[in-house]
């Protein structure tokens, strides 16, 4: 179980990573704004679910 606690953290972090870089190149294009936008929220929404999925791990592990 701690084992997935950790691939929880490890994906977390990675999509923090992921997300710092893909805003400020998605916002910086001058492509279609609407998909980007779109694509901003799938990825937000992709790390508040690592964050809950995190959390219950960690209430799991503990």
């Keep these: ?7 929880t953290v490890l994906a ?3 999509m923090s990573f992921a997300l710092i ?4 190149v998605l916002y910086a294009s ?5 998909r980007s936008n779109r ?7 992709a790390w508040v ?5 995190n959390w219950g791990m960690s209430l799991l592990v503990v």
């Excluded at 870089?21 to 400020?24: I, L």
């Excluded at 694509?39 to 929404?45: D, F, P, Y």
């Design 1 to 7: 179980m701690q084992i997935l606690n950790i691939l």
């Design 12 to 14: 977390l972090v990675v």
């Design 21 to 24: 870089v893909a805003v400020q």
């Design 30 to 34: 001058t492509e279609d704004s609407g």
């Design 39 to 45: 694509l901003i929220l799938i990825g937000g929404a």
């Design 49 to 53: 679910a690592l964050v809950l999925v």
